[in-house]
């Protein structure tokens, strides 16, 4: 069975701190994603990886970085936190093929104040 | 972009079938249909993928018509615990991961 990990459940900062959320997947899967999902919003794509240390970016990259130094690891960093970054984020893997598959991990709701 | 349209809530019983269609005219030639289930404070967990025609597995059926404009996700006989929010995806992973777009997905509600 594919794991997908995250980091936090919950998470609680403040605004202008610097946030790290970790996804770790152990399939050896070649593709990572982080979503951020919103109420009425569905799930909207941040960015989204395809190979160590490549990184794409989504629908709203806007305020966010990430970073892919190995395989299992996808890093999501909001530089500065702001309150309209509250949400909860999802990380999924996917392995690269046509009828690519996601799994998704829990999520981690941050709350920035 | 092939966007997607679902009905926002359904609501069912303990025990009926409930299908859930979903509209997208602007499928193109490469896409697949992918359906995802969502229970509160997790992931969403795959379900379902076709391309035409009908496919089934243990958990649900996929019925796709030849047009492939539709799709409908029908769930027999279901339960309570099949209370969540189901997304319909369109898209092709090698035209791009943004064109896999979740939309607002239906919450179904199944009751006593």
């Known amino acids: 069975d594919v794991k997908v990990t995250q980091s936090s459940r919950y998470l609680v900062k403040r605004t202008g701190e610097k946030v790290f959320l970790e996804c770790v997947q152990d399939?050896?899967?070649?593709?990572m994603f982080w979503y951020r999902q919103d109420p009425g919003l569905g799930l909207r794509l941040i960015y989204f990886s395809y190979d160590v240390k490549m990184k794409e970016k989504g629908d709203i990259p806007e305020g966010y970085s990430v970073s892919r130094e190995k395989k299992e690891r996808f890093s999501l960093i909001l530089e500065s936190a702001s309150t309209n970054q509250t949400s909860m984020y999802l990380c999924?893997?996917?392995?690269?093929?046509?009828?690519?598959?996601?799994?998704f991990g829990p999520g981690t709701r941050l709350l920035v104040l | 972009l092939a966007k997607t349209t679902q009905p926002i809530s359904m609501d069912s019983y303990e025990g009926q079938e409930v299908n859930i269609t979903c509209s997208h005219n602007n499928i193109a030639t490469n896409d697949y249909i992918t359906w995802y289930q969502q229970f509160p404070s997790q992931g969403p967990r795959f379900i379902i993928q076709?391309?035409?025609t009908k496919v089934t597995n243990e958990v649900a059926s996929l019925f796709i018509p030849a047009d492939r404009k539709s799709s409908t996700l029908s769930l027999p006989r279901v339960s309570l615990s099949d209370t969540a929010v189901y997304y319909c995806l369109v898209g092709d992973a090698w035209g791009g991961y943004n064109k896999l777009i979740f939309g607002a997905g239906t919450r179904l509600a199944v009751h006593p």
């Open positions: 999924a893997s996917s392995l690269m093929k046509v009828q690519e598959t996601q799994y």
């Open positions: 076709g391309y035409k």
């Open positions: 399939m050896d899967h070649e593709n």
